[in-house]
Structure formats: structure tokens, C-alpha cells
């Protein structure tokens, strides 16, 4: 701990107004179903100069990892543990769509805000939680709790400080992207007049662009006809804007066409009308009424991730104005890849109603979400690189002495509590439970180096990966022949054989080098069982 501990006050070092004597604040942004593609910064066309800026001040990663899903991202992010190291409904078998349910995590798993309570921090929560139990038991001094099963002008069931809050009905004009910015604002304001002698950690968990794709008029009048040429020519503008940021391999995969939405909801999609395409078919062969229906779905996603970004920026500009931004590390994440769900939920889809507002209930689907994660191969709940491929941006005026720099470190959403510990001095407590699978990032603060981990293992509704070096394994539940991958059926269903991909030169996984390399997927292929074996919980007992 030693060397570490001299390696942060090195980067402190490099910019002599720093108070060495006071360790930084943590403000940690997940956006939730976003693709790698969608910034500005990562290559999107879509306004986000706050993001832009944050990159431009700090670092872009380019090879780090979410666990492509929500809720085993936040437990993972919160924790610096994998996800089935720390809940029993992570395991096969359990449905991951019982998100609550009886998996809560065993004693040891700590949040990061409780270990930060002893260095002396406040922490605040402001938005989605997804993670089992309450907040303000967890370490959170105040919680905004709020969910979008209406969406996103309907807000129901969303609580403050554990106290339930009375539902917003459409018509008084609330947006849950700019509540939830609100909050954290207030919380902030807060700590500013009555706690500014202490850190703090503020998390900020938006729901945007989840579905349903709900965004204000003046938003969505930006992008309106931004989309009219497709998915297949944005899929290319983008990879175009990627390769000269540097960001991307040398190939844009190919649109996997036969692969839809990961589950059946076949009545939702006759809801939604002909203009509905369940298939990443080429834009060309589609009808006038399916190109309108995709691209105006298109353009309130772009719509949602505008909003939040501004909302950003008003966080930031309280930071500002607190004089808190240059010694406050900001992490901006995704918490999985663009989806490409399809369903209707929460008030119902009236046809009738303007696309976007709170009386439709739309989802982006596989068309537009395989452009959202451009370069990559499939979307959120799939292992492949779309959907755990994360932009990650890391911006610390006082402590990076970098600006506008690229990191090729591989690194997953474990590895966050680790960082956010190292730099506030706290040691992870010895437990009962194994040691965080997270490493720090602060090493790579300053330049790419030696590898942080000796794989990075990812394991969701039976689809299943392993990342070592620049080799990867895939192993894959078989859809079923109508193109549907059941949760119901995921487990039941035969998986087909691993493939190996060589991603120094093929993250767009379509080399297949398993008949080639019989060795290497042995290895890695043993490695993936021996882990399994390692983090699967059972009794909440974690594996050794």
C-alpha cells in the first residue's frame, strides 16, 4: 500500500494548488442502456458538449467493461466485487427480471459510501438505485430513489430519504432526467452551506436513454430529421469520426440481421404498429412508414442523452460554484450497451399520442441500438463487445495531469470502489468475505502500463466470456429459431461452442480463431470454469 499510497501523492503533486492534506470528492455519473457511440467524445453526433468537456480535461478509456446489464453493473460498481460474487439472484436459474427478490448481499459485501464514512465523507444518491437494500442504510447520508415504470413524465413510486413522495402526473411537466439532476444539485448545495469541511461522494444514477423513450418536444425537435438515412450510414459516420479519435479497431462489424430483441413480446410489438422492425435489416429494405416509425425513435434516444448532458452541465456548474471541480474526480459510464428491447410496459402505447410523449411507450431496438454501439457486435444482455464495451471517461483537474488522453487499459466496473478508496485513503476492512475483485485505476492516471488484471470474466443469463490479454472466449445461449433468447428458456436452452476472438486486431469478433488456437481456448476456457467455481455465491458463501 505503500507504493500506492506514494503514486497518488505524485499525481497530487502535479498541480501545486493541491491540498494534499484533503482527499478529493467522487462524483460518479451512470447513464443506463447508452451506447459506446453516443457521446460526442466517443464518436456520436449527438450534443454533449459537457461530456466532451470533461473529456477534454481528462482521460477517455477505451477498452473498459460493464457487466451488460443494469443492476449486476451497480452491484459491481458500488461493491468492487463481480456481481455473483455478492447476490444469489446473479446465478442461473434465478429470473434476473425478479431484480429485488431475496439476493441481497451477504454482510461483507460493503458499499464504497459506507467504507468512505470512515475517512469522513458524505455521500449522496440521486436517482436510479437497483442495488438490494435502502440507501440510507448503505452509507448514503440523503437518497432520491426513483424508478421509470411509467416513465419518464410520470413518476411513481420514487421516495426521498426513504419518505415516499407523491406521484407526478404528466401534466405537471416534470422530466425524471432533470428531477434526478435536481436532487443531486440540492444535495451538493447542502453540503456547501453546512458540511464544506469534509469530502463527499455524490453518485448520480440517471435513467436516460432507458426505455420508454420519453423526451420533451423543444429536445426532440433537435434530431427530428437527423436520422432519416438510417442505421446503416450512421453506424458509418460514426466508426469514420471513432478512427480519427483514435477509439476504435481497425473494422466495424457487420449488423448481426437474424439476431432481435433478447425477449418475446410479441404482442407489445403489434401495439407499436407497422412501422416496428425487430431485425437490424439494411435501412434500404425498409418501407417509408418503418423509416419514419425507426427514426424518430432514434432521435428522442439522442433527444434523452442531449437532456442529460445538459443536466450534467448544471452539476458541474454547481461544483463551480462551490470551488469544489478541481479536486473532484468525475467518472461518467454507462452501465451497458445500447438495448435492443422491444416491449410495451408502464402506462401503455396510445397510437395516437406524439412519439416521445408520456402517452407512448417506445423502445430503441436492434436497428438503431447496433448504430448506439458502434463499432461493436450486438447490445445490452449479450456478452459480446456491444454489450459491455463502456465509454469511461475520467475527469481530476488537480490530480490528472493529463488532457484529452486516450487509455487502452483494459479495466471493468469492479475496479471503480477500488479507485475511489485508494484515493481517499480508506483500506478495504478485512471480512469474512474474499478480497475486492476490483484493482485501482490510479496507476493508469498517468500513463498506460502493465495490466490491472489477469482477466476480466463476464457470465449473464448463461451467456458467458472471458477477457485475457488481447484474447477473448464467447460462449453464447443458442436463440431460439424465431430469433428470441427467453430469459424464461436462457438456461434450459444448449449454448453452442466457444469461439475465440484476438481483439488486438478484431473487436468486431468475427474472426473466430477457436479451430485455429485449440490451446488458447483451452486455457482460457479452464480459466472461465475455475472462476465460476471462484465467484459464484452459494450460501452466502462465496466460492474459493
Not at 435513467?207 to 453506424?235: C, V
Not at 466495424?252 to 403489434?270: K, M, N, R, T
Not at 488532457?403 to 478485512?430: C, F, K, W, Y
Request: hydrophobic fraction near 35%; proline fraction near 6%; charge should be negative.
Amino acid at each position: 500500500m505503500r507504493a500506492a499510497s506514494v503514486l497518488v501523492a505524485v499525481l497530487l503533486g502535479a498541480c501545486a494548488s493541491a491540498d494534499e492534506s484533503r482527499p478529493p470528492n467522487f462524483l460518479v455519473i451512470v447513464a443506463d442502456d447508452m451506447g459506446f457511440a453516443d457521446a460526442g467524445c466517443y464518436g456520436g453526433e449527438i450534443s454533449t458538449p459537457n461530456l466532451d468537456s470533461l473529456a477534454e480535461g481528462g482521460l477517455r478509456f477505451t477498452q473498459f467493461y460493464n457487466t451488460s446489464r443494469c443492476w449486476p453493473t451497480r452491484s459491481s460498481l458500488l461493491t468492487g466485487y463481480y456481481a455473483q460474487q455478492i447476490r444469489r439472484d446473479s446465478m442461473p436459474g434465478v429470473d434476473p427480471r425478479e431484480f429485488g427478490g431475496s439476493g441481497t448481499r451477504p454482510n461483507w459485501a460493503v458499499l464504497v459510501s459506507e467504507r468512505l464514512r470512515s475517512a469522513g465523507y458524505r455521500s449522496y444518491h440521486s436517482g436510479k438505485w437497483h442495488v438490494d437494500g435502502d440507501p440510507l442504510d448503505n452509507g448514503f447520508d440523503h437518497s432520491y430513489r426513483a424508478g421509470n415504470r411509467a416513465g419518464f413524465f410520470h413518476l411513481i413510486g420514487h421516495d426521498k430519504d426513504g419518505v415516499q413522495l407523491p406521484d407526478f402526473e404528466p401534466e405537471r411537466g416534470a422530466h425524471l432526467t432533470v428531477v434526478t439532476a435536481d436532487h443531486a444539485i440540492e444535495c451538493l448545495q447542502e453540503h456547501a452551506a453546512e458540511h464544506s469541511e469534509r469530502p463527499f461522494f455524490q453518485y448520480l444514477a440517471f435513467h436516460a436513454p432507458h426505455f420508454p423513450l420519453h423526451a420533451t418536444p423543444e429536445d426532440i425537435a433537435r434530431y427530428r430529421d437527423r436520422y432519416l438515412s438510417g442505421w446503416d450510414r450512421l453506424r458509418q459516420e460514426r466508426f469514420a469520426r471513432q478512427l480519427a479519435m483514435g477509439i476504435a479497431g481497425p473494422q466495424l462489424s457487420p449488423l448481426d440481421e437474424d439476431v432481435g430483441p433478447p425477449y418475446a413480446f410479441p404482442d407489445g410489438i403489434a401495439q407499436l404498429g407497422a412501422g416496428e422492425v425487430n431485425r437490424p435489416v439494411p435501412w434500404e429494405s425498409l418501407d417509408q412508414e418503418q423509416r419514419r416509425f425507426q427514426a424518430e425513435k432514434m432521435a428522442i434516444h439522442a433527444a434523452m442523452i442531449d437532456r442529460m448532458d445538459r443536466e450534467i452541465g448544471r452539476v458541474l456548474d454547481q461544483l463551480r460554484t462551490m470551488g469544489a471541480l478541481q479536486n473532484t474526480v468525475v467518472f461518467f459510464m454507462s452501465d451497458n450497451g445500447a438495448s435492443a428491447e422491444i416491449m410495451v410496459r408502464g402506462d401503455g402505447h396510445d397510437p395516437h399520442a406524439p412519439l416521445g410523449s408520456a402517452g407512448t411507450y417506445l423502445c430503441l431496438g436492434p436497428g438503431f441500438s447496433s448504430a448506439a454501439n458502434t463499432p461493436f457486435r450486438l447490445h445490452k444482455t449479450w456478452v459480446h463487445e456491444g454489450g459491455i464495451a463502456t465509454p469511461l471517461i475520467v475527469h481530476w483537474p488537480e490530480g490528472i495531469r493529463a488532457r484529452n488522453e486516450l487509455r487502452s487499459t483494459v479495466g471493468h466496473v469492479i475496479d471503480i470502489a477500488p479507485t475511489m478508496l485508494q484515493l481517499a485513503g480508506v483500506e478495504a476492512a478485512e471480512s469474512a468475505g474474499p478480497p475486492l475483485a476490483g484493482r485501482s485505476l490510479v496507476p493508469v492516471f498517468e500513463q498506460d502500463g502493465e495490466p490491472l488484471h489477469e482477466a476480466i470474466w463476464f457470465y449473464h443469463q448463461g451467456n458467458r466470456a472471458l477477457r485475457m490479454g488481447d484474447w477473448k472466449i464467447l460462449h453464447t445461449v443458442r436463440t431460439r429459431d424465431d430469433g428470441w433468447n427467453s430469459v424464461a428458456e436462457a438456461e434450459d436452452a444448449r449454448p453452442g461452442q466457444w469461439a475465440l476472438y484476438d481483439l488486438s486486431s478484431d473487436r468486431a469478433e468475427q474472426h473466430d480463431l477457436a479451430q485455429e488456437r485449440p490451446d488458447k481456448l483451452r486455457e482460457l476456457a479452464s480459466k472461465w470454469d475455475q472462476w465460476r467455481e471462484r465467484f459464484i455465491l452459494e450460501d452466502g458463501v462465496p466460492g474459493q
